[in-house]
């Protein structure tokens, strides 16, 4: 439990750097570890979700290192994996989970995996379904969900899939299963999700075609160990964004946020806001990186629809926090995603800001936020809890910035999740200025 005080009337100032992308960082251990010779990887995030990733290869026989600041995979190919001892516990991260049962679908031993309770009621038939399209073959629970087993398997077949949900999640998963298939694979997505593990197969040598939402590979040469640069995540660097609108007389610098254009949903619905977000470019040979700007701003509600939401699907529950400060409603739609991430993440942003006086409808795939509400404490203090979901729990803390009253927040350690350090960067930047 720890007590969050309100902003200092001289707002909330200073540079941050917030750790590196969860998602890239994943897929540099994945692809460094399926390549052959060494991957170096910089800014690379130490969170416990990617740690989880790191341990399923370190169980697979492959040698990472930490030397200095970076991170070094020996890759020796897909096909010198080495059965492991244990059963792969995948923690909190539907990331490691889905990803690695397209990644390990053709090995030849069988693979036994668990989770702890919140991804144990986390759908996997998203990703079982499409991956025994292609021969792959699981075991799970009856409704398809984890403890389960990847089964031994030498074969992959191409197919043609159209994606019934927009997931990174599940187009990767498809993905580094095409890359080991017969003939080839098609995917087909109606709007467009964050596309890292296309850019990092490309990357790392691979041959991968994206043409209007139509991606296509093959059986891939082997690939090559490279250097990856991580940038800092912008779903971590979305909370200060929004700390830094929405807290009066701040001015925040975020550097070297990743700006992939699959991922910048959270500064575009900012922006559709009425936020004035200032984007200083930043060379780099790998993903777009950008210095962004913040200042305090007045906000005004806006329509968030389905096409919106896959490039900051992270990112709502801070952006309806965002919501009960902007003039007038905000109407999020298509949004159904959000009941099967890590919580229920409609119940609980709900759950939480209503606790501090905001006014908010529960949609069945999304929320209406009737904005315009200052948040207080109804009694002595209140106690706002994560549901051990790292993004309600940042977000439960920037709350606590902007409300009268006395904030305790419980299960805080589940920021660790993608954020280690993230109170300790917020208590920096709330410092009085002098
Ligand atoms: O591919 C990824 O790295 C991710 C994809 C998204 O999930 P979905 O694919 O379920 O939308 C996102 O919510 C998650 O935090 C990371
Ligand atoms: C949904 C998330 O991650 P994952 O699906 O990897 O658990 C997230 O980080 O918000």
Redesign the pocket.
Known sequence: MIKLSKAPKSGLHGEITVPGD?SISHRALMFGAIATGETRIDNFLMSD?VMRTMTVFRELGVAINQVGSQIKVIGKGLDSFTKPKHALNMG?????TRLLMGLLSKQPFDLSFFGDES?SSRPLRRVAEPLSLMNAQFDLTADNFLPGTIRANNRLQGMTYEMPVASA?VKSAILLAGIQAEGETIIIEKVTSRDHTERMLRQFGGIITTNNGVITIQQQPQLRGQHVLVPSDI?SAAFFMVAGLITPNSEITLKKVGVNPTRVGVIKLLERMGANIKQEPIFSDGEALADIVIKSQSLHGINIMADDIPSAV?ELPILALAATQALGDTVISGAAELRV??TDRIATVISELTKLGADIEEKQDGMIIHGGTPLHVMQDSVLLDSHGD??IGMMNAVAALITEGNVILTGEDAMS??YPGFLADLTAIMREKL
């Open positions: 969860k979700d909190n991260s539907g990331t490691s991804l999640q779903s992270d991430k890590e790292h993004r999740v993608s």
